[in-house]
């Protein structure tokens, strides 16, 4: 190769690490800069509330006349509807990527995943209608006392949205893994079923697992969906059947202007997104941790 090429391709080779590495700082610093922005927005509310009654009061009541800021109330919530839609959308997810990964024809795969892309780019308001006006009825034929906003419907159909990222994501994975480990699992007499599940499926853990992760992420920070079919209503519960707020329902509450800027009550929006952003920083953490206990298991298998 002549020099001058050579030189090129080192220059070429070069800007596009740099190119990498500058795409990969911008998403550091906008989580560090989000990250600030909370923290510095909610250091003068735990200035006046402090962080146990913060945690520990069974009340969200922060425009009333007593305010009381439980912020357990908006988390069983959030907790709730995302239990609901990931109870839907891992195991639907997680089959159907397998479905299409070892068992599906081309064909139909190349069918299947443009709609599934069309599924995840619907509007979440779309679904959440969709929740309050056909969902909640189905459900009250029964549950004829369940009331019209609730946590199950909005929780269901928030799975189904959750699935083509879940089926996307693992399907990518699964075909990931080499043929010469399903190759393997058949010469010692495993059906595909038994080669998808017990041998491909735990090769392909690491990638599946971002998926979940993914999903309960999307589940967690949903707003739409939440705020149109399980209602506003601020409710310590973990039941389903009944109506709650979330934490985002809260924040776009809050948000709309109706509360005076800088006062306590519009900086509980950022001690809300405080709370939501360390939840989901809690769960990213966890399935890392299982990703490389995963890989190390795998290593000295």
Not at 153 to 171: F, N
Not at 226 to 245: D, H, S
Not at 287 to 296: E, G, N, S
């Amino acid at each position: 190769m002549p020099k001058r090429q050579r030189s090129w391709r080192n220059w070429w080779e070069t800007g596009i690490e740099w190119l990498l590495a500058g795409a990969a700082l911008v998403a550091v610093l906008t989580t560090l800069g989000i990250a600030a922005v909370l923290i510095g927005e909610s250091l003068p509310f735990f200035r006046v509330v402090s962080w146990r009654s913060f945690l520990t009061d069974t009340q969200w009541t922060p425009l009333f006349a007593e305010p009381r800021f439980g912020i357990g109330v908006l988390l069983s919530g959030t907790i709730t509807s995302s239990a609901v839609a990931l109870a839907v959308a891992i195991p639907c997810g997680t089959w159907l990527a397998l479905y299409l990964s070892e068992f599906a024809t081309g064909r139909f795969r190349e069918s299947v995943k443009p709609i599934l892309e069309l599924l995840a780019g619907v509007p979440t308001v779309v679904f959440g209608y969709f929740a309050l006006y056909t969902v909640t009825p189905l459900l009250q034929k029964l549950w004829p006392a369940l009331p019209g906003f609730n946590l199950l419907s909005a929780g269901l159909v928030m799975g189904v949205m959750i699935v083509p990222y879940v089926a996307s994501l693992s399907e990518d994975a699964l075909r990931a893994v080499p043929m010469s480990l399903r190759e393997g699992a058949y010469a010692l007499g495993a059906t595909r079923l038994q080669a998808a599940w017990q041998v491909v499926l735990p090769a392909a853990f690491s990638g599946v697992a971002a998926s979940y992760v993914l999903g309960v992420s999307r589940a967690i920070g949903e707003t739409m969906i939440v705020a149109i079919a399980a209602g506003q209503q601020p409710r310590l519960t973990f039941n389903p059947l009944e109506p709650a707020a979330t934490v985002t329902t809260y924040i776009v509450q809050v948000s709309k202007g109706d509360v005076p800027y800088g006062s306590l009550g519009y900086r509980t929006i950022f001690a809300a997104a405080l709370v939501l952003f360390i939840l989901t920083l809690v769960f990213n953490l966890a399935a890392d941790w299982v990703r490389r206990r995963q890989r190390v298991q795998g290593c000295v298998l």
